[in-house]
C-alpha cells in the first residue's frame, strides 16, 4: 500500500470546525505504528493544467487569492490554494500510482467531492478525484470509474465528470440530507440515495449493488471517493456503518482486479483512524 501525505496538510484549522487536523494526523500515526512495511510519498501539488480540466481560471484565482470566506462550511483558512493543490495532486499521484499497479491511498486534506467548476462548497475546493478522472483519461485511460460511498451526495464529482466520454460517477449517500442532490441516476452518473438511520445491512445492499454498478462498467481504473461518515458514531450525519463495514468495502476492492486507487474525502468521528485502516487493510489483504 502506498499512502500519499503532505504533512502540512494539518497546518490549517478553524474553531469547532468538524473537518479538522486531528483527521489526517491521527490518522497518518494509526497507519505508521500498525503498518511499517507501508510506502509513504510526498506528493506533487496539481499543475494548473489538471486543475483547469475540471475548474474555471476564475475559481483557481479564487481559491489562490481567497480573501472571504467561500460559505459558512468553507472558510478562506491561511494558505488554503496550496493545501487545496496539494490534495488535488496527491489524488493525482495516487491515479498513477494505481494505473502503474499500486494499491494507492491519499491521505490528505481538504477533501474535493464537493467541490463546483467555479466554487468551493462542503469543505472542499477543488475536485481532487475528479480533477485525477480527467488526467488519467487524457493519459490513454480507457474507461474511469468514480465510486463514492461517503455520507454525502459527491454532488461536485457528479457535475464535472457529467458528461464527460469514459467516466461513470457513482454516489452511495444519505438522503434526506446534505446537500440535498442525488435522488435520480442519469447518463454517467449513479445514485444510490440511503435513508437516514437505516440498518447497516440495508446501507451494505446498497453499497453492493453501487459497487456492482461499478463492475459493470468495466472500468480500467476505479478512484474510491473513501468518506468515512456514515459511521455510526459520526457527528454530522444519521447513518448506520460499523467500523467492520468499511472493511467489507476494502474487501470488495481487494477482490476485483481493476486497477484502484482512493482519496480521503469526509469522516469526522474521532474513531475515524480506525476506520481508514480497517478498510486499507482489508484492500491490502
Ligand atoms: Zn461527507
Known amino acids: 500500500m ?62 489562490a487569492g481567497a480573501g472571504e470566506d467561500f460559505d459558512a462550511d468553507t472558510p478562506a483558512h491561511p494558505g488554503i490554494g496550496e493545501h487545496a493543490r496539494r490534495a488535488a495532486g496527491a489524488a493525482l499521484d495516487a491515479m498513477r500510482a494505481a494505473l502503474g499497479g499500486q494499491k494507492a491511498f491519499s491521505l490528505m486534506r481538504p477533501p474535493g467531492h464537493h467541490a463546483l467548476r467555479d466554487r468551493a462548497m ?16 487524457a493519459g490513454g485511460a ?33 438522503w434526506p440530507g446534505w446537500p440535498g442532490t442525488g435522488t435520480k441516476s442519469f447518463d454517467n452518473c449513479r445514485n444510490f440515495p440511503v435513508a437516514p438511520h437505516a440498518p447497516p445491512t440495508r446501507h451494505l445492499e446498497i453499497l453492493e449493488r453501487s459497487w456492482e454498478e461499478v463492475l459493470a462498467f468495466q472500468p480500467d481504473l476505479v478512484l474510491v471517493s473513501a468518506g468515512f461518515d456514515a459511521y455510526a ?22 477482490e476485483a482486479s481493476q486497477p484502484a486507487a482512493a482519496a480521503l474525502e469526509g469522516g469526522y468521528a474521532r474513531e475515524l483512524p480506525r476506520l481508514v485502516e480497517g478498510f486499507l487493510a482489508a484492500w491490502a489483504g
Request: aromatic share 8%; with cysteine.
Open 2 to 63: 502506498l499512502i500519499l501525505q503532505d504533512p502540512r496538510c494539518v497546518e490549517y484549522a478553524a474553531p469547532g470546525h468538524p473537518e479538522a487536523p486531528f483527521r489526517v494526523r491521527d490518522t497518518a500515526a494509526l497507519l505508521r505504528a500498525e503498518h511499517p512495511g507501508w510506502e509513504w510519498r510526498e506528493p506533487a501539488r496539481a499543475s494548473d493544467e489538471d486543475l483547469l480540466r475540471v475548474h474555471s481560471p476564475e475559481h483557481l484565482r479564487a481559491v
Open 122 to 137: 462542503g469543505f472542499c475546493y477543488f475536485g481532487n478525484v475528479a480533477v485525477a478522472v480527467l488526467a488519467a483519461r
Open 142 to 174: 480507457g474507461r474511469v470509474a468514480v465510486w463514492d460511498f461517503d455520507a454525502h451526495h459527491g454532488n461536485g464529482t457528479e457535475a464535472l465528470l457529467h458528461g464527460a466520454e469514459g467516466t461513470l460517477a457513482v454516489s452511495i449517500h444519505q
Open 233 to 254: 458514531g459520526d457527528p454530522i450525519t444519521q447513518m448506520s456503518l460499523r467500523a467492520e463495514d468499511f472493511a467489507t468495502l476494502g474487501r470488495w476492492l481487494r
